[in-house]
């Protein structure tokens, strides 16, 4: 074997047991049924399938697995995890290949970055009131998405039949609210 694909081979290898032992699954486990694909709801939207994410995974293609919109758009539903014959929580595999290319501070896509900035509004409004204020949530992501207008007659529709509410409600254990973030980011920091 030549050095090159020596060197690729070793890459291959690390990058198969960084995703096994973040996510702390048996990646080399599936053997592509498709089934996880199947029943995924966001599936259609993913420019690859979530069997071919694992199969990328399995044959080590960091940067393919990596730079996809899939491990974004992924919604955490664990559908494909209660599917799966071989017991893989994919759910797991995704959500690793995102703290993976999180902490690598890739370049996303456009769709990418709106997930990305959708979840951060939602953690926020969590954050401050314990519970998710979805009037401005939404109206938050859409200023800062640059789509002001984006489904204001269904927000204004859903306000005036009280669906959503104008006024802010916090929960009355903030102190147990700010205890889960501070321990989050103490894991995050390890
Ligand atoms: S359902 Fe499980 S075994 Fe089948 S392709 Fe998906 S991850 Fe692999
Ligand atoms: S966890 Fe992600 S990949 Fe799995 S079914 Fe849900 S959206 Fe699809």
């Avoid at 939207?45 to 899939?70: F, H, I, K, W, Y």
Wanted: hydrophobic share 35%; proline share 3%; charged share 25%.
């Amino acid at each position: 074997m030549s050095a090159i694909n020596l060197t690729t081979t070793l890459k291959h290898e690390q990058f198969i047991e960084q995703v096994s032992r973040e996510s702390g699954q048996p990646v080399q486990q599936c053997y592509q049924c498709g089934k996880c694909t199947a029943g995924c709801p966001i599936a259609f939207s993913m420019d690859v399938p979530p069997n071919r994410v694992m199969r990328m995974v399995q044959l080590g293609l960091r940067e393919t697995a990596l730079s996809c919109n899939s491990i974004w758009l992924c919604a955490y539903c664990s559908t494909c995890s209660v599917r799966c014959p071989k017991n893989v929580n994919l759910a797991q595999v995704m959500d690793a290949l995102r703290i993976i290319a999180g902490k690598e501070k890739r370049a996303k896509t456009a769709r990418a970055r709106h997930v990305e900035l959708f979840n951060r509004n939602f953690l926020n409004s969590i954050r401050r009131y314990g519970r998710l204020h979805e009037f401005e949530t939404m109206t938050m992501y859409n200023l800062k998405s640059g789509q002001p207008f984006k489904n204001a007659d269904t927000g204004l529709y859903m306000l005036s039949r009280g669906k959503l509410k104008f006024l802010i409600q916090k929960t009355s254990q903030m102190d147990q609210v700010k205890q889960i973030f501070a321990r989050v980011k103490e894991l995050e920091e390890k």
